[in-house]
């Protein structure tokens, strides 16, 4: 098409960006973000930033705290398996669970969406996952960005990042304290959560099984099902425990699996030993003999089945104990925190024993 002064009628939609499509699912994901409000929310979606006030949220001296990350290539299982609902529940756990280990409470949360080519109804499904997300931990959803880009994304592909903020009276921030005599407590994962998933996936190639084959550690289930479950969201047992005094410490379990993430709230001459072992879940299994990993690999790529470590004072394990217990979780005891020379470290008995 040529414009009456000779020029080219390219479009923006002709390079591949439908703005029409952007402005549908601002307004499709408008009663989403609704549902998530909490009190210090000021206006809604649509500005050019989100506005909150912490004093209406109930703070007096607030610090705050703030945490991003995103889903990894568990989205290629996503995107290939079709299920989209539930990595929006993946991506606010990877950011409210850093927040609460610090003693921080989520109070609102951004996304970041980009794709190749927009489709609102995939996005509305992805978008809704936050929003339930957001729900389930009184976090509220005030706004995040859509980037269509193509060129940079295939077909069908998109990308996810989360932002949350959070905030902690000031004094009450973990870790605090921690102290050689200390109890390990672990909470449950509920799977794989969203880390390693590029080991999980060549795992899957090497063993030449299908996403919508039966998965061979839990038969009621496709194998891209049971990958699928969402991370668990430990924001209100772990804030319960520490707003009761129980809590000195806690570690989100992702990347780096126990031995990375266990040390970074241990202070200069502390180590954590953990002697004690805990219900493998049968995913883990799986994966390191299909895989042939060796249990140092699946323990730093993996979470293998603990999703975050408590750190409490002996004298107050059984109160935290019975606490988490009441919040529907079955924490076990891992070990304990002992004196030891040099930069804070992880030792971990017998560790072929848990995959076995």
Known sequence: MTSSDGRNGVTYRDSGVDIEAGDQLVDMIKPLAKATTRAGVIGGIGGFGALFDPKA?????PVLVATTDG??????????????DTVGIDLVAMCVNDLVVQGAEPLFF???????QLDPAIATRV???????????GCALTGGETAEMPGMYGRGDYDLA??????AERGTLLPDRVAPGDILLGLPSSGVHSNGFSLVRRIIDTAGIKLDDTAPFAPAQTLGAALMIPTALYVHPVLALARA???????????????????????????????????MPPVF????????????????????GIGMVLVVRETDCDGATTLLSGQGLAPCRLG???????PPAIHITDPDALFT
């Open 110 to 116: 951004l996304d970041y969406f980009a794709t190749g």
């Open 245 to 279: 005094g129980f809590l000195r410490a806690a570690a989100h379990i992702t990347g780096g699996g126990l031995p990375g993430n266990v040390p970074r709230v241990l202070p200069e001459g502390c180590a954590a030993v953990i002697d004690q072992p805990w219900p």
């Open 57 to 61: 949220a109930g703070f007096a001296d």
């Open 162 to 167: 989360g932002f949350a903020v959070g905030a």
């Open 285 to 304: 299994r799986w994966l390191a003999g299909a895989g042939g990993v060796a249990s140092t690999e699946m323990l730093r790529v993996f979470n293998c």
């Open 127 to 137: 978008i809704a996952g936050i929003a339930e997300g957001c729900r389930q931990v």
């Open 336 to 342: 304990r925190i002992v004196a030891a020379d040099g």
């Open 71 to 84: 889903v990894g290539t568990k989205l290629r299982l996503a995107i290939d398996t079709g299920i989209h």
